[in-house]
């Protein structure tokens, strides 16, 4: 009897070793679901539904001016100067990437052939024949809390003529599967960068440009520029 009841205790403490082995085995071959992968799109700007105004306001002090009067050079005392001027300028191109429907980066670029001025001698603000073109960055978005009209602020580069200057922003940006858009107003100081008629930031109180932002992209990637 002691000898079978040896045989029954060593079968047992096997059969549980056993077990324990095929709960661990068991347990391991669970599988953890994956992450969702992150949905990214691409869209193009839609030049036809897009567009932006502008408003400059310029306020000069009383300067000195040459002209050439009878055929001789003749300094003429200019009066402090201000003035209101409006219109628009085309936007020629432009691109937004989406991460899970949420911008993550978009770009305009503007035709500164359309970004007229009163010129003289026919030279405007800008120098459009070498450089026909500017380009506005959407860089970084963070969330803005508590204003009815905007939901991101926004930092964003402005390039004009090769120089670039950095402005910062509330903007309303809607995303979705198929669309996004891109509204609010930027500002930028004309005496920020290299313009044709640049003029002394001594003779000059303010020379600020408005831009009014009304732009929409559409889903289609490299389809929808060619076209």
């Given amino acids: ?33 994956a992450e969702p992968e992150d949905v990214i799109a691409d869209f193009q ?8 105004d502008w408003d400059r306001f310029l306020d000069q002090k ?15 005392e200019m009066g402090p100067l201000t003035l209101n001027m409006t219109g628009n300028v085309i936007p020629v191109g432009g691109a937004m990437t989406t991460t899970n429907e949420e911008c993550t980066a978009a770009s305009l670029i503007f035709d500164m052939s359309t970004f007229k001025f009163a010129e003289e001698s026919g ?24 204003d009815e009209d905007h939901n991101y ?9 090769d120089h670039s200057e950095e402005i910062v922003a509330p903007l309303n940006i809607q995303t979705s599967e198929d669309s996004g858009s891109i509204s609010g107003d930027i500002s930028f100081n004309t ?37």
């Fill in 1 to 33: 009897m002691k000898y079978l009841s040896i045989i029954a205790s060593a079968f047992l403490l096997f059969s549980c070793g056993d077990s324990s082995t095929n709960d661990s085995t068991t347990s391991n071959e669970i599988e953890i679901p």
């Fill in 62 to 76: 009383a300067t000195k001016k040459q002209i050439k009067l009878f055929g001789a050079l003749v300094d003429v």
């Fill in 191 to 227: 005496l920020d960068f290299p313009l044709r008629d640049n003029a002394k930031k001594s003779e000059v109180n303010t020379d600020e440009i408005t831009v009014h932002l009304d732009l929409n992209y559409l889903i289609g990637g490299e389809e929808l520029a060619e076209e």
């Fill in 45 to 52: 700007l839609d030049t036809e539904n897009s567009s932006a």
């Fill in 123 to 146: 030279e405007g603000l800008f120098n459009t024949k070498d450089y026909p073109e500017s380009e506005l960055t959407f860089d970084s978005f963070e969330v803005l809390e508590g």
């Fill in 153 to 161: 602020t926004v930092t964003m580069t402005l390039t004009i003529q």
